[in-house]
């Protein structure tokens, strides 16, 4: 077979182990037929109905019971779902009707099937699978996870459509842009959203595998995503290599990274090979994702944004104010914790879980950085361990898990957080709005996320460049007021603003704010409404809150936050 010319790292088409991609015919042939036999999300998902939701956790079991069940067993669809998805056999004469463009021998040649223990049989090779976004779907080709292969998976597996690769590409703020960059892109899922507003894309990986992977679904899928498979180059430039390695000397407008953030711990003595390729950076800790944010400026066009998954270690808090591990939570329930931004704050305000990726980040960068979840050693390990199938080997599982702990506790470690970075390089003359903010948010929030950061952003940015008390305001749709009072009090003791959309975030006000946020219609300036406030309350009331030598002024800044966070908002242009 064919390895890449280290020339040009173009190719990819016949990497051992991977899906051959230098034979289009073939493959549109493929295509042809998986439309032919209706193998898209939709069906798919009529077809298992409640039993799709467990093939989601790995369980095969419902959806095969549910194919034995079926009126016509042997038809197209079920067979393609039987074989590709399910892990299971079929065979010559039923894949050779589900395929009849390319027939079973044509799918051998190709690497996506491979013989079976039965005599005139043949299995999947490789996951094949329907992938539904915005209005386009296409078919994506990755390694069979350990639910359709029994044991341990492969150290250079080639990842498919996983909760943390559909969290980057929902997350993902779109916006048109000349040049990007897919960093580590296994199997190619976040190219195939950035060609979508992106002129050209450079996706690079480690994995040669994970590359011919990447050009097999981008040539199965020519159509879908407007490329011309006898030139790929003309859109997409594949390389091979570490990190920033293949595009050193080169900018890019957006970078999209789902990296190998997982921290494993090291041995002396380990292998490159005895890595998780798609997961294991092969650096101890979290130093991967420190070096790789470390080096994004040097790639980016003044302007340009990155956005990466990443985990970060959090160390014991230094102080009995730590927020590792704890809520925001108030006497009502709520969760009030909100932000830090480090642009009007403090460097000592940086949360305790943030100080990580804080110390990561250059000085000339803005950031919004995101926890999402915080895990302790012993669940991140139980994670990581159940992810690549470890604990069918208990002596090896138990080894494992030992040797986690023992990482984690070396660097003093109490929690690991998993979340979201986005990172800007201020363009010339440019607002930098976002400033650095440090945010958790572990409750549910809308989802796709991207048009929830892109409208957060753009406000920012607006608010940056004007005075704020002229801006004019009005609450947004979706939010809505709570008051919590003692029985029998005159006045409540907690208002609280609640988000019913986007990151669904909640306010605790005094009464001076609650005023300003009752009064903005749209028609007065903020300026104009938090002088009328202090009028009302007197300046000693709204000192009481948030003292300041000008009480109005104190007011604005405070409702120029509701608005950056979405709870108030820019009228529409009047007709």
């Given at each position: 077979m064919t390895l890449p010319d280290p020339a040009n790292q173009q190719p990819f088409s016949r990497v051992p182990d991977a899906p051959r991609s230098d034979d289009p015919v073939a493959l549109r042939h493929l295509a042809q037929d998986l439309g032919q036999a209706d193998f898209r999300y939709a069906a798919v998902q009529s077809l298992l109905g409640p039993a799709a939701e467990a093939l989601g956790r790995d369980q095969v079991v419902p959806a095969l019971w549910v194919l034995d069940h079926l009126e016509?067993?042997?038809?197209?669809?079920?067979?393609?779902?039987?074989?590709?998805?399910?892990g299971a056999s079929a065979p010559t004469a039923l894949l050779d009707a589900a395929l009849p463009s390319l027939g079973a021998r044509g799918a051998l040649r190709l690497g996506l099937l491979e013989p079976a223990t039965a005599p005139g049989e043949f299995r999947a090779a490789v996951d094949l699978r329907p992938y539904a976004w915005d209005e386009a779907e296409a078919w994506v080709a990755s390694d069979l996870g350990a639910?359709?292969?029994?044991?341990?998976?492969?150290?250079?597996h080639v990842l498919g459509i996983g909760r943390a690769s559909l969290t980057l590409a929902g997350s993902t703020v779109r916006r048109p842009a000349a040049r990007a960059l897919d960093l580590g892109t296994g199997c190619g899922i976040q190219t195939f959203h950035l060609l979508s507003h992106c002129d050209h894309v450079t996706a690079t990986d480690l994995s040669a595998?994970?590359?011919?992977?990447?050009?097999?679904?981008l040539v199965l899928n020519a159509d879908v995503l407007g490329l011309d498979p006898e030139h790929l180059d003309a859109r997409v430039t594949l390389r091979a290599g570490s990190l920033l390695e293949p595009v050193q000397g080169e900018l890019f407008d957006l970078v999209v990274s789902n990296p190998p953030f997982v921290i494993t711990p090291r041995r002396a003595d380990e292998e490159e090979s005895e890595r998780f390729t798609y997961r294991d950076g092969g650096l101890p800790g979290d130093q991967l994702v420190a070096t790789l944010v470390r080096a994004l400026p040097d790639v980016l066009e003044p302007g340009g944004t990155a956005q990466l998954l990443a985990n970060w270690e959090i160390g014991r808090p230094t102080d009995t104010a730590g927020h590792a591990g704890t809520s925001g939570a108030d006497a009502t329930g709520a969760d009030t914790t909100g932000s830090v931004d480090s642009a009007r704050a403090d460097v000592d305000d940086i949360p305790d879980w943030a100080a990580g990726p804080a110390a990561w980040i250059r000085d000339d960068l803005e950031c919004w950085v995101i926890q999402r979840d915080l895990e302790d050693p012993t669940g991140y390990a139980e994670t990581w361990l159940q992810d690549a199938s470890q604990g069918r080997d208990p002596q090896a599982a138990a080894a494992s898990y030992r040797a986690y702990l023992e990482d984690f506790a070396s660097?003093?470690?109490?929690?690991?957080?998993?979340?979201l970075v986005?990172?800007?390089r201020p363009g010339v003359d440019a607002p930098a709005g976002v400033g650095r903010r440090y945010e958790e948010i572990t409750h549910a929030v809308d989802s796709p996320l991207g048009p929830v950061l892109a409208e957060a952003i753009m406000r920012a940015d607006a608010l940056a460049a004007v005075d704020p008390s002229l801006l004019h305001a009005q609450v947004a749709p979706d939010v809505t007021v709570e008051t919590h009072a003692r029985p029998g009090a005159e006045h409540p003791e907690v208002i609280l603003l609640r988000q019913g959309a986007g990151l669904r975030r909640v306010a605790r006000l005094d009464t001076a704010l609650a005023g300003l946020v009752s009064a903005c219609d749209g028609e007065l300036a903020l300026g104009s409404i938090a002088r009328a406030v202090v009028a009302l309350l007197g300046a000693a009331g709204v000192q009481e809150a948030a003292p300041a030598a000008d009480p109005a002024s104190a007011l604005v800044d405070a409702a120029a936050g509701l608005l950056r966070d979405g709870f108030l908002r820019f009228p529409p242009p009047s007709e």
């Open positions: 016509e067993p042997h038809a197209p669809l079920p067979t393609l779902v039987r074989v590709f998805l399910l639910h359709q292969r029994a044991g341990v998976l492969r150290h250079d595998r994970a590359l011919g992977f990447t050009r097999f679904n660097r003093n470690v109490e929690g690991i957080g998993l979340g986005w990172l800007r």
